[in-house]
């Protein structure tokens, strides 16, 4: 008996699909109604949070490391939605005052350069890398013509194990 055992990770014990619409609403804390309604106290909480000392010094290391102002303000104010804080529409509204707020804390951090938006090309290392991936890419696909042309001018081989030969009306 020892020898049938149960697998550590089950592929089958798992969720049935549509299982999720027949739960009880309720279950998540988005599913309820938001703590905040008013951009106003939701942007006093937001700041409130912002400025303990952990979470500034977490922010501050972020912008550091490169992590733009955008993707810092979407992280907040989605696990703000998470929490049940408030809805998506006054995370929207939320979204440029929090940004605001991370760039004023990487400010007075004393953080000398950091991204503002998730698209922001200041890294120029990175774009850099991409256009000499891009070059040599051509340079590939250069190579790889000239080898068909090379393949196409060798002499017909002829014997048992030679590979088949395409017909003169396939080639043309």
């Keep these: 008996m020892d020898q049938f055992k149960e697998a550590e990770n089950n592929p089958f014990d798992a969720p049935v699909p549509g299982q999720s619409l027949t739960d009880k ?3 998540y804390p988005w599913e309820h109604p938001p703590q905040y309604t008013d951009t106003q106290e939701a942007s006093e909480y937001i700041w409130d949070k912002l400025t303990e000392p ?15 102002v955008e993707a810092i303000s979407r992280i907040v104010l ?3 939605f998470t929490e049940g804080k408030w809805t998506p529409d006054v995370g929207f509204m939320l979204a440029e005052v929090v940004m605001k707020m991370v760039a004023t804390i990487g400010f007075t951090g004393g953080v000398k350069k950091f991204k503002i938006s998730m698209t922001d090309l200041t890294n120029n290392n990175d774009m850099k890398e991409i256009l000499n991936l891009k070059s040599r890419n051509e340079e590939l696909e250069k190579a790889a013509k000239n080898l068909g042309k090379e393949i196409k001018a060798m002499p017909e081989q002829k014997g ?3 590979p088949p030969q395409p017909k003169e009306e396939e080639v043309a």
């Design 25 to 27: 609403p309720g279950n």
């Design 54 to 68: 952990l979470f500034a010094q977490q922010v501050i290391a972020m912008l550091d490391a490169g992590i733009p």
């Design 78 to 80: 989605f696990s703000g």
């Design 160 to 162: 048992l194990m030679a």
